[in-house]
């Protein structure tokens, strides 16, 4: 049996990850990776279905338990690809859809390097502004980090395999789901 595929979703905050992957999966098959994080939960969020919710302290005794693929620390937080579910799938022949933070997409690619990267952007930096504020689940201080934090995000795209504008969803959901189906045929 062809082994899956490992695919990473990456971006700055606000340009729609989430959104482009949740349409993608209504019409395909793959594997969406549930990451875990010492964040609070947004309105709405639902514990093993959007993330694993842990506190400081669960989550430091699953790295000492080595139950992540990658982890990192972004805005505060702690953010992390738990890995035995990641493993179970990709060896039954599923493609596993990772959405996580570039620092993590680096980490990924060095222990797997087969790995496709794909990196998100909004069609400007003033629309990620508009969606984060939108969102109304961040202080201002934590807007303004996230903001910082995109334009040192965009530096990384030469080390991705491709780029997706998120400017329509569907327009951007037909991309990812090229990029899916060819990956899926290289030899």
């Not at 971006?11 to 098959?29: F, H, M, Q």
């Not at 998100?120 to 202080?139: D, F, Q, Y």
């Amino acid at each position: 049996m062809k082994k899956g595929k490992l695919f990473v979703i990456s971006g700055p905050s606000g340009v729609g990850k989430d959104t482009i992957v949740n349409e993608y999966l209504k019409e395909n098959d793959a594997h969406l990776s549930v990451s875990a994080t010492t964040r609070n939960p947004r309105e709405g969020e639902i514990h093993g279905i959007h993330y694993y919710f842990y506190t400081n302290e669960e989550f430091e005794d699953r790295i000492k338990k080595d139950d992540f693929l990658e982890y990192a620390t972004y805005n505060n937080c702690y953010y992390g690809t738990p890995k035995s579910k990641i493993e179970e799938k990709l060896n039954e022949g599923i493609n596993v859809i990772l959405v996580i933070e570039v620092q993590g997409a680096k980490i990924v690619k060095e222990k797997l390097p087969e790995t496709v990267l794909i990196f998100v952007l909004a069609p400007s930096m003033e629309e990620v502004k508009k969606r984060i504020i939108a969102r109304g689940s961040e202080t201002k201080e934590q807007i303004i980090t996230r903001f910082k934090t995109a334009y040192q995000e965009i530096n990384e795209i030469p080390k991705y395999n491709y780029v997706v504008i998120n400017d329509i969803v569907s327009s951007a959901v037909k991309k990812i789901e090229s990029i899916l189906i060819s990956e899926k045929c290289r030899v």
